[in-house]
Each structure stands twice: as structure tokens, then as C-alpha cells.
């Protein structure tokens, strides 16, 4: 069973206790403002997180849950569109883009200020400037002897004019001095500078058309010097932003709380200061069941993903309540984002090419969608980059699909004839999600056995620790999911860029954590980063998504959905296939939205 929606967007109806978040200063004027329009200022939004967040240190950020809580404190100088995923502007209000998309220029608001705290002399958030931002993106191009940069390698290396040697440069210096933390060089990034107190000026090495959505991620969010002076590595958890809401409270593993910014800088068509929201609260259960409890008792406003034995389920209420209505909304879109298998390429035994390509033939995809994720994803027949991108040719990519001879016989050219001779490999899987990550590791296991004679043992992780092991080279076998940062095929393919592995096995590889080398697929890369031209560029993508594949790099397995089960009273909250979350113009549609919480805030 597939479900193939494509890049449009399904909403269909299918048919609470507030919580409250005590804050400080302004934080709750929702509770008594009365908006002009059909929309209403206050309530909660109640959302769970599946993972714990790993940091809210916007250049430490690498999961999607630090991602979601991070997105709604900061801000850069643009933010994607919840509903196109274009860039939009944020901090700037307004940009020049010159000498054929090298030179940007961008003109920063006045009337954008911090969020109130304590690393401020007056405990008064200050009004942004143009030297705020220079001085966020030459420590994002900084080293950091912690590894707790890990966004450099995603945003402006091998981009922006200087940003290469000043990370070179400054890892030096660490290396010379052992002076920790590491600042940035006098002067900078020498192709960032500030041009006057409002206006800055950013210069790449190539044209590359995607660089607005890059400066949407989280290493280029916007922070003062005074945070970062007065809290450095505990930022992680100690955020000072000009977002939409601000951070009240961080309980890991159990609770985030955010409070409105009164001070936000937008306002709507109607003169409505944003957002319209009191709050956020973010709690964090684990298993999916109960979560999905949590929400159908109405105690979570939105619920992302499905149990997958509830699948069918679900969807079958979907048809059946169009007619009447009932009390929830499902959306559900093509998810940009993959999920697959990565071998360590550096060691025994997965650096045997053979192998890895008997292990990608003897697993059957198609099953696996349709009896156990229930339809609710695609196979990962092809390669790396998601079908769903507009212009990208997913279709003359020559993936891998079952095929048990074929199979066998790589596995003797390997020298490991119906799995003799192989030491038992372990598999390791994040435990969050672990409906899907269990049984479809699972079935591999029993595939691969079947199939090849390859024994596999489960280790399941939590996500901070299965990151930590496969970074550090610890683990040879682990899943990973990958979710686009921007709408461009680069996002996936710069996984495997060579460049990006550090010199030795003893440093994290944050990236490229398989430690894939070829020199035809950075060859190719390069010229892709190098190339104007739209159809050229992509054309280049995917060679070097072939050129992966060809190499059984990893084993690509699915193609995931995006799917949310909305309370009825949720206004405003587009999906997108990159489940990126703006929470500024959403609001609750319900008269109790906009009366004061009631529910002291649990544990």
C-alpha cells in the first residue's frame, strides 16, 4: 500500500486542559489582549516531542527537536515561509542581491530587539544591529575544540569568501594557544562586513542559488555578544533571541516552556502585534500510544506522526468522518526527508564494497512500506535525494530493489559466502519513534539473516548517545534520518562530501559520518556548487547521487510522510515537506483560548 500525494497538501477533517506558563515580564499580555480581525490573541499550544532536544545552542544544533524549540527563540536575517518554504525576510527587512548572486546586501530593522535578560547591563533586550550579525556569523565560522559547531560545515564553508580560512585559522590558534573557548579573529570572515550599523554585506566564492535559504538555518541565528560572553556553553539551554516567543523554562526530558515576546517586531494585516499565541509548552513522551492517548483526551494540541500499526486505522476514520465532522483535523504531506542505513566506510568489514551492496540487494523495500509502516511512506527505491523536489530528476536514478541471487553472489565475491566468516554486526537505532525505528530494524534483521546469512543484533540508543557513537566512528552500522534544510537536492548530497571528514578517526565526523570517499562524487559536488545554470546544477546532482549509489554508500530504505493530527480549533498552522514549524501567526480558535490558564504547570 503507498500513498503517493506528491508535493500537494491533503487536509481533511476526521474528527482541553490548558496548561500555564508562568512568565516574567511582558510575557503574558495574550491573556487580556483583544485582536482586531477573525483571529484571537492567547492560549497555549500544547506539542510533544518524541526526542529529547540536544542543545538550543543555534550553532550546536543538529536534531530535529532542538531544530522545532530553537526556531521559535531565534531568528536570522531571513525565515522560510511555513507554507512555500521560500525565504522571507526576518532580522532584515530587505536585501540587494549583486554581481551575478555573489554580492548580498542586507538592511537590518530597526526595530528588532533581544529578548529581556539578565546578560544585559539594564536586564533590557537591545535593539539588534548589523554588528550583531557579524559577530553570530564569524563564530559560526569559528573552530570549536567541543564540537559545538556543528552547523559551519552546513551553512559557509566552501561558501562564503574567508569563511574557509578563518575556521582554519582559528583552529591554529586553539592549537598553538590551548585557549578555550576560542574567539574569532580580529577582523573576521573577510567576506562578511559591516557596512554601516544597519546594513551588511555577505560575498560567496560562487553563485549559489539556495544561499537565502541557508541563512534560514539555526548556525545563522542571530544572538548578542552579551549572551554569549555571560552564559558561552551553557547557551545550550540559556537562549536569548528576537523570535516570536521567548525560552521561560528547559526541564530536559520532561518539559520546555515558552512565553510570548510582547516586543516582536511583526504585526499582521489588521495592526495585531505578533504572535497571537500566550505560549508554547513542549513535553516530551516517549512512546507513541500514549502520546496519541495524550492528544485524543485533549491535552496536546497537535500530534506529528502515527503510530504505524494505527495507520490503517486512522486513515479509515479519515474517509468515514468527511461527511460529519468530527474532532480533528489530519494533514498530511511528501515529507522531504529520507531515512537509511550508514555503514563506517573507514573500517572492517564495511569498507568491502561488495558487502555493501549484497546488503543493499537482499532487503525488500516495498514490503517493508507496506506491511510494516502501513503505506505511510514511500520506498527508497532511488537514491538520497527526495523525489519531491521540484526539477529533480529522482526517476533515471538506478537504485537498488530486491534481488536475493544477486545478492548472494556479492556476498561470496566479498568473501563471505551465505554470511561465513562475518562477525555479528550491530545495528544501532535511535529509541524515540520506536514504533517505526524497532519493527523496521527488525524486519532487516530478519531479511538480511534470510536472506545473505548476515547476522544483525539491535542496540537501540537514546538519540544524543546514537549520535555521539556514530559521529565518533563507534558504531559501523546505525540508521539515520535526514531531513532537507532547505528545498535543494545539496542539503542530502553534502553528506557525503570528502572534505567534510575530519583528518583522523579520533575527531567527530558530524557530517559526512559514514566517511564515504570517492573522488568522482566531490569532483562532481564541486562542480555543482560551482554552476549557475538550474538545469546544469541538477543534472550534476544527480550524478553524484548515482555516483553514491553506485558505490553503496548506504542503504537507502524509505521515503517518510509527513503526517499531523490537528485539534479542530488550530488556525494557521501550514503543513510543508520539511515539517518546519513557524508558530508566529498561529493561533486557537476556541473562547477559552484567550482566558487565563487555570492548570499550574506539571511536574
Request: aromatic share 10%.
Amino acid at each position: 500500500m503507498k500513498r503517493l500525494l506528491g508535493p500537494l497538501l491533503l487536509f481533511v477533517v476526521i474528527g482541553g486542559i490548558m496548561t500555564g506558563c508562568s512568565g516574567n515580564g511582558n510575557g503574558h499580555d495574550g491573556d487580556n489582549l483583544v485582536a482586531k480581525g477573525n483571529v484571537k490573541y492567547g492560549g497555549v499550544f500544547r506539542v510533544n516531542e518524541v526526542e529529547d532536544f540536544r542543545s538550543l545552542y543555534p550553532l550546536n544544533v543538529s536534531d530535529v527537536t532542538s531544530q522545532h524549540i530553537t526556531s521559535q527563540i531565534y531568528e536570522g536575517l531571513v525565515k522560510l515561509d511555513q507554507k512555500t518554504l521560500f525565504p522571507v525576510a526576518a532580522i532584515a527587512s530587505r536585501w540587494e542581491i549583486e554581481d551575478s548572486a555573489k554580492r548580498f546586501v542586507f538592511h537590518i530593522r530597526p526595530n528588532v530587539f533581544y529578548h529581556d535578560n539578565d546578560c544585559f547591563a539594564d536586564k533590557k533586550g537591545r535593539a539588534v544591529n548589523a554588528n550583531d550579525v557579524k559577530f553570530c556569523f564569524d563564530r559560526l565560522c569559528s573552530y570549536d575544540e567541543k564540537g559545538a559547531n556543528q552547523q559551519f560545515l552546513l551553512t559557509f564553508k566552501d561558501r562564503v569568501v574567508g569563511a574557509n580560512e578563518h575556521f582554519d585559522a582559528t583552529r591554529k590558534a586553539y592549537e598553538t594557544n590551548k585557549k578555550s573557548p576560542v574567539q574569532p579573529l580580529q577582523g573576521g570572515v573577510s567576506g562578511i562586513k559591516v557596512l554601516n550599523d544597519s546594513t551588511l554585506e555577505i560575498r560567496l566564492i560562487n553563485p549559489f542559488a539556495a544561499f537565502l535559504s541557508v541563512l534560514s538555518m539555526p548556525g545563522c541565528f542571530v544572538y548578542p555578544k552579551e549572551a554569549w560572553d555571560a552564559y558561552g556553553e551553557d547557551m545550550r539551554v540559556k537562549c536569548v533571541g528576537t523570535g516570536p516567543f521567548k525560552l521561560q523554562s528547559a526541564k530536559e526530558g520532561d518539559l520546555v516552556v515558552l512565553d510570548r515576546n510582547a516586543n516582536y517586531w511583526d504585526y499582521d494585516a489588521s495592526g495585531n502585534r505578533l504572535p497571537y499565541l500566550k505560549g508554547i509548552r513542549v513535553s516530551f513522551i516517549k512512546d507513541r500510544h500514549s502520546e496519541l492517548l495524550t492528544f485524543q483526551s485533549g491535552k496536546l494540541d497537535m500530534m506529528f506522526r502515527l503510530p504505524v500499526e494505527m495507520v490503517a486505522e486512522i486513515m479509515g476514520d479519515t474517509m468515514k468522518a468527511k461527511a460529519g465532522g468530527s474532532d480533528w483535523e489530519l494533514q498530511s504531506v511528501t515529507a522531504m526527508s529520507i531515512t537509511f542505513y550508514g555503514f563506517q566506510h573507514m573500517t572492517a568489514p564495511f569498507n568491502n564494497p561488495k558487502l555493501r551492496m549484497a546488503m543493499n540487494y537482499a532487503i525488500d523495500r516495498e514490503k517493508i512500506v507496506t506491511n510494516v509502516l502501513q503505506g505511510d511512506a514511500n520506498s527508497g527505491s532511488y537514491g538520497i535525494v527526495q523525489p519531491s523536489i521540484d526539477k529533480y530528476d529522482f526517476k533515471s536514478i538506478k537504485g537498488y530493489s530486491l534481488d536475493v541471487e544477486k545478492a548472494k553472489k556479492l556476498m561470496a565475491e566479498a568473501g563471505y559466502p551465505n554470511g561465513k566468516g562475518l562477525p555479528e554486526i550491530h545495528l544501532q537505532i535511535n529509541s524515540g519513534g520506536q514504533d517505526r525505528n524497532r519493527k523496521v530494524a527488525s524486519v532487516i534483521k530478519n531479511m538480511l539473516k534470510e536472506n545473505i546469512g548476515v547476522e544483525v543484533v539491535i542496540d537501540e540508543l537514546p538519540l544524543g548517545h546514537q549520535l555521539q557513537s556514530l559521529q565518533t566512528g563507534k558504531s559501523n552500522f546505525f540508521k539515520i534520518s535526514w531531513r532537507a534544510d532547505y528545498p535543494e537536492p545539496e542539503t542530502f548530497l553534502t553528506l557525503f562530501y570528502s572534505k567534510h571528514i575530519p583528518p583522523t578517526m579520533d575527531e567527530s565526523s558530524y557530517t559526512n559520518t559514514i566517511r564515504y570517499k570517492s573522488v568522482r562524487f566531490d569532483s562532481l559536488f564541486e562542480a555543482s556548487l560551482r554552476e549557475s545554470d538550474p538545469i546544469k546544477r541538477m543534472d550534476l546532482y544527480r550524478q553524484c547521487d548515482q555516483q553514491m549509489l553506485d558505490d553503496a554508500a548506504i542503504i537507502p530504505i524509505y521515503y517518510e510522510l509527513n503526517d499531523r493530527l490537528l485539534q479542530k480549533y488550530v488556525r494557521a498552522f501550514d503543513i510543508n515537506a520539511m515539517e518546519y514549524r513557524d508558530f508566529t501567526r498561529v493561533w486557537l480558535d476556541k473562547e477559552e483560548s484567550a482566558a487565563p490558564a487555570k492548570e499550574a504547570e506539571s511536574k
